[in-house]
């Protein structure tokens, strides 16, 4: 399987932006479809979305609202995530995860992930 490595996250100020990376390594990043999610404290892990292994496609939860974007650049084995006109309420570890066949969008569906990094939204 793929490995997977986030960065990126840190301290902001609500409104503010931010953008993670998921760095790929181990198998060929451009086989995965590359998904995202996060998981506040107290709370279960949620979809944000993710995007199709050549990034024709991608696919949001909601609540993202146009909020955030995913994006990828299979010649840099690297997906990222960016977020703008963040809230305390997007305080979370946003985790990165990889698979080879897209069936949905749960964590099941997902079998490498990263470690996560974490994001503080300051009001």
């Known amino acids: 399987q793929v490995q997977l490595v986030e960065s990126g996250g840190g301290l902001v100020q609500a409104g503010g932006s931010l953008r993670l990376s998921c760095a790929a390594s181990?198998?060929?990043?451009?086989?995965?479809?590359v998904g995202w999610f996060r998981q506040a404290p107290g709370k279960e892990r949620e979809f944000l979305g993710c995007?199709?292994?050549?990034?024709?496609?991608?696919y949001y939860a909601n609540w993202v609202k146009g909020r955030f974007t995913i994006s990828r650049d299979n010649t840099k084995d690297t997906g990222y995530l960016q977020m703008n006109s963040l809230k305390p309420e997007d305080t979370a570890v946003y985790y990165c995860?990889?698979?080879?066949?897209?069936?949905?969008?749960?964590?099941?569906?997902?079998?490498?992930w990263g470690q996560g990094t974490r994001v503080t939204v300051s009001s």
């Open positions: 995007i199709t292994w050549n990034g024709d496609n991608t």
């Open positions: 181990g198998r060929t990043f451009s086989s995965y479809a």
């Open positions: 995860a990889a698979t080879e066949t897209l069936r949905g969008f749960r964590s099941t569906d997902f079998g490498s």
